[in-house]
Each structure stands twice: as C-alpha cells, then as structure tokens.
C-alpha cells in the first residue's frame, strides 16, 4: 500500500497535529521517535497504524508511558493483517482500507479517555497440578527461587508417564535415571509440600489470591509411619490377584501396594476397590495386612480430608493419556493377543517390568513383528493432531526389539518421519541401518489385522501381507481425563483437540488467558520429554515472575455496568468465560469483579438493554469509530 499516502492523508484530520512514517516503529528508534514527538508537540492521544496490536500494543503503551503520557490514550489501527496482507493483489483498495481505518482510529482516539491501574498483592506461593515430569521440574524450579510450591498430584506417586518408560530416545539413556533423582529432589526440597493421592476439586478467586480445595484421599496406611518395608503386600489375601496399572495390567500386585518400586512417596495405600475389608466388610479372622505392619502404619479409619490453599499462580502440568486403540476394530487389539500396545511393550522390555524384560507371545519369544503408527493421531474423522514424540519411541522401542532378537524380522509401517528434535534423525538413520524395515502406510486405507495360524496377518494398501508374531500399536496422546472439569474451575479453555489453550503460541505461549494461570507439558499439546522439561522451566520462569513482584498491575479495560441499565436478566452470568461476572441481590443488578474481567466483551454484546460496556471501548466511541470507517457524518 501507499504508505506515504496514508501518512499524508493522516495529516488533513482535523485532530491531527503529526504524522510520520518509520518502517520499524516499534524498535528502539521508533519509540524514541514517538516519545520526542510526545514531549516536543504536547501530544495527549497517539495513533498507531501498524501490525495487530496483539504483537504490539504493549510495546507502544510502554512508549507511551516513558513520554510520561497515560497509555491508555492510544488507539491502533491494524492495518497489516486486516488490510495489506489480505489485499496483497489490491493496491489501490488495500490503501483506500487503510485511510478508513486510520480515520476511524483516530475519530476513536479523540474521545477515548485516560484509564488508572490499580496493583493487587501477590501471595508468594505457587500450586503445580500434575506431578509428571513437566509438573516436578516446574515445582523445583519456582522452589529453588525461594518460593513455597504445593505440588498436587492425583496418581500416589508423583513420576507420571516418564516413569512407565525403560529408556529415552534418541539417547537411550535409562529412564528412571533421569527421573528418579528429580522425583526425590521434589520430594525433600525444603519450599515444595508434595500432595500425592490428592485431587483439587474448587478453584476461586484470582491471580495473587487463588483459593483451592484438595481433597486428600484416604491411603488407609499413615504417611508418617509407614517404611515402606512391603511385609504389608506380602501378607494380603489379594496378593498378586489384581491387576498393576502402572504396568499396563500386564503384571499383578497386592491390594495394599506401592505403584512401583521408586515411588515417591514411597508410602503403601490400599486399593478401596479391591480391598477385601472395604469391599466386603471382611478379610478373613484376622487383617493379615494390619497384623504384618510392625510400624502400626495400616489405619482404615482414615476419612478424605480436604483442604483449602491460597496461592499466587498456578501451573497446569496434568499431562496426557494413552489412546485407547480398541476404539479400532481394523487392528484387533483386545481381540489378538499378539497386538499389544507401545507402552504395554515398554513395560515388557523393562527390567524391573511384569516380565523382568522377557518379551513372549503365546509362549514364545517373537520373530516377526510389526509396529504400526499413528493409532490414535492424525486421523480426517477423529484425532486430526500429530502426537509428535511417536515417530521416536518406534524407532526406540524398534531398535531395543532388534536388539534383543537379532534375528528378528521388523517392519514399521509409518505415515510420514516426524524426526524434527536434536539428533532425531540421526537417530532415525541408525535404527533403519540394524535391518529395520520402513514402509508407508496410507491413513486413507487402514491397516487390518486378522487372525492366523500361530499369530496374525497384517494387510496394509500396497505392501504385501505379512504374518507376524508381534505387532505392535504406537498409540497417540489425548487429553488428560478430567480436563474438561478443570477448565470449568479455573477458566482456561480448551482447544478444539481437547488440550488446554495457551495465551498466544508464538509471544505468551505459557501464559494463559486466566492471569497468573501457566502451562507446562502435555496438557498444552503433545510433546516429548525435553519439550516438556524446557516448557515447564518456562511456565515457572513465568510464575516465579509474578510472585517475585510482591504485586500486579491490573489493566483497567474492563466491563462495567450501569446500575440503571440493567435489566436483572443475568444473561451475561452465564455468558462470561472467566466467572468474572456475579448477581447482586441487593441491587438487582450484574456486578463485575475486576480482578477476573480481561475485557473480552461477550457480556457487553449479549447485554439486550446495553447496560455493559467495557472501559476504552463503550458505544460512545464504538459508533464514532465505525460511523468514520463509513464514511457517514
């Protein structure tokens, strides 16, 4: 566009006293630029005709107020995104646009007025919810800047998925090595208060002052007796008869047990769904478990106990969930024994997994195996997303299978080689050199698998069948179960792929749109180990900000009512995504809680008497905006 042209049609405005150019106006140079221009013309508004001001309006408020001028007193006109980049073939039109964009900006500019801030104080403690390995490097991190951190996880021991796995690509470094000593770290570090077993069940209030409610529930073994000796497991009438989550239920444990051995806390509880006394109100004469505890640590009157936290900021890290491939028919897993799932086989080949590493199927070791991709992901009629760290843990887990049977046949079929993380593909490289054989699979054409003689036959479009011993799934990640609760208390929303929705992906991408509300891990998007660990570092150098100010400045472009307006309709309660919205019997009127509002607008366009508005943004200066753009006097 003319840009030159703009500049001078600018100048005609009978508000207008200045107007310049600069090709980079929000580098130093040209907020020096308006600052002097500030200072020397007596400027009391400032019109800015750039990009959008999501990428930018903080920066020219900053200028703003170095001039010593309120920042509330510019108005932006977009006229990069909304007008030169969809007018790339208009030149003539993307300029005209552009003069009436920057008219009604500055018609608006006129009549905005000056907006005061006001700062809250921040309680300097921190909660992270979720205590994978995203969650307890959040909480180490926040805690060794000197904050106290609760970090809250549901499972009763923290480690989350990384805990289930042998070794890590592409290095091979052994899993718990990296995981275990972080995990303990967490758990002994002075400012952390680890709360495993627990769930958090209400979230109030707002950032510097979050009221939570966790509630604990009951291990039926005290914490603080308990050794962690194992007589109790040993002695149970269910040992060995239930099934181990942790691995993948593919081993058996005791009713009363620890998920693994390097839990942490390494504190045994009882399973109430397997319990005999809770289930049946009986265990034989005698509690065998409770008799077999020389601590005294087994007590099955403990009760739920829920308690109430106040903090500052809070960390998301709740992680992710395995797909769950029975939903596909076309692959026949738990129908054929001999298809098993990528974490089922990490467990297999672990050596203090169900197995001690041994790999049978049907009783024997396997000689034809087939890893299959994107179960799960990528999908056109389900999950459209790419789990992203896939691709790697089947070259992992492909070279491991080699390794153990080098005389195995492998084959891996694959959508395409997402090997994009720092030695990735050479990694990649090195797998498909052992003798591993890569073919493409077409998602339009699923993969079927069916039954034969001694295992199965694997059919996929264009390759020919193979009968195989093994195959095995590699599931994608979804969304953490109870997600969607969570959003609900808190206000973060989630996207369309179910994940909870950072701020902005390129400039907050862990902040979220509830201030003093951060992401780290899975629960934003699938993402591998390192990822996780740097985005977690991220989301507590984000955190540890806010609490280290003492104090936080709230932008006052928010809703406000006007008490003789409104119409007690309550339609704007309802309406509001971030609760910042009540009902004030008294008054009959909506009442808005500054500390909540981010001045997003829905409840001033849902308001049927326009009794809403929000501040720098009410139908005064709305209409004299848009009757410019068109044009009408």
Known sequence: MDVDKLSEQARSYPEVVLSKTHPFLCSEEGQALIQNDIKENGLDRVVIAACSPKFHERTFKKALEKAELNP????????????????????????????????????????????????????????????????????????????????????????????????????????????????????????????????????????????????????????????????????????????????????????????????????????????????????????????????????????????????????????????????????????????????????????????????????????????????????????????????MYNAKLAHMVKDKFPDSNVTVYYTDMRAFGKGFDEFFEKVKSEGIQYRVRDLDDPIKIEKADGGVVVKAEGHPDIASDMVILSIGAIPKAGSEKLSEMIGVKLGDDGFFTELHPKNRPVDTAVRGVFLAGCCQSPKDIPDSVQQASAAAARASTVLGNGKMVLDPVIAVVREAGCGDCQICLSLCPFGALDFDEEKKMAKVDEYLCQGCGICTAACPSAAISVRNYSQDQLEAQIETLMGID
């Open 72 to 391: 509330y007193c510019l108005a932006m006109a977009n006229i990069r995104e909304q007008c030169a980049w969809v007018h790339m073939e208009e030149n003539g039109k993307a300029t005209e646009k552009a003069e009436r964009l920057i008219a009604g900006a500055v018609k608006r500019a006129s009549v905005i007025e000056p907006l005061e801030t006001q700062e809250v104080d921040i309680t300097q403690t921190a909660m992270v919810i979720g205590g994978g390995v995203a969650g307890i490097q959040a909480a180490l991190d926040i805690a060794d800047n000197g904050y106290k951190v609760y970090l809250v996880e549901s499972s009763p021991s923290i480690g989350g998925r990384m805990a289930q796995l042998d070794k890590t690509f592409p290095t091979l470094d052994c899993s718990a090595c990296i995981l275990t000593p972080k995990m303990v770290d967490a758990a002994r570090h002075p400012n952390i208060e680890l709360l495993a077993y627990s769930d958090v069940t209400d979230v109030k209030g707002h950032v510097g002052d979050f009221k939570v409610k966790v509630l604990k529930k009951p291990r039926y073994v005290d914490e603080d007796l308990c050794k962690g000796c194992g007589d109790c497991a040993e002695a149970c009438r269910m040992k060995d008869r239930i099934d181990n989550e942790f691995d993948e239920n593919l081993g058996k444990r005791s009713a009363i047990y620890i998920p693994f051995p390097q839990a942490v806390p390494l504190k045994y509880l009882v399973d109430p769904e397997t319990c005999l006394l809770i289930t049946k109100g009986v265990c034989g004469k005698t509690l065998k478990c409770a008799d077999a505890c020389e601590a005294k640590a087994v007590n099955f009157d403990q009760k739920e106990e829920e308690v109430e936290l106040n903090v500052g900021v809070i960390v998301l890290a709740t992680g992710y969930d395995p797909y769950d491939p029975s939903q596909k028919e076309e692959f026949g897993y738990g129908v054929h024994p001999e298809v098993i799932t990528a974490l089922e086989l990490e467990r297999l080949v672990n050596a203090s997994g169900p197995t001690s590493g041994h790999v049978e199927i049907n009783g024997k070791e396997p000689k034809d195996i087939v890893f299959i991709s994107c179960v799960g992901s990528r999908e056109k009629d389900g999950n459209q997303y790419c789990s992203r760290f896939c691709c």
